[in-house]
């Protein structure tokens, strides 16, 4: 089983900063994939970004040049740092573990992201 773990999250006014932390622990030999999924309410979960067990990383229009995945092997931790943030950026953000066929078995309990204009 895993186990993750969001943190990091809160209220910055626009144009500020957040890194937000995904903690992976349990059977992380498991997991092929970490990715960064926001929720904001009334709208569609979308996927932010994504870093793969070696090191390749997504990152979504909306938010490129803004926000950086990466990932601390020895701390079976994922980040996203975030810049630039715009009031479109609050929701409720989540790191999920993908397995070795693709699946996103293991998801956080997620992190709210509140950008005030």
């Known amino acids: 089983q895993v186990q993750l773990v969001e943190s990091g999250g809160g209220f910055v006014q626009a144009g500020g900063s957040l890194k937000l932390s995904c903690a992976a622990s349990?059977?992380?030999?498991?997991?092929?994939?970490i990715h960064w999924y926001r929720q904001a309410p009334g709208l569609q979960r979308e996927l932010v970004a994504s870093?793969?067990?070696?090191?390749?990383?997504y990152t979504h229009d909306s938010v490129k040049g803004r926000f950086t995945i990466s990932r601390d092997n020895a701390k079976n931790t994922v980040y996203l740092q975030m810049n630039s943030l715009k009031p479109e950026d609050t929701a409720v953000y989540h790191c999920?573990?993908?397995?070795?066929?693709?699946?996103?078995?293991?998801w956080g309990q997620g992190t709210q992201v509140t950008v005030s204009s």
């Open positions: 349990g059977d992380t030999s498991k997991i092929d994939g």
């Open positions: 870093i793969n067990s070696y090191g390749t990383s």
């Open positions: 999920a573990a993908q397995d070795d066929v693709g699946y996103l078995r293991w």
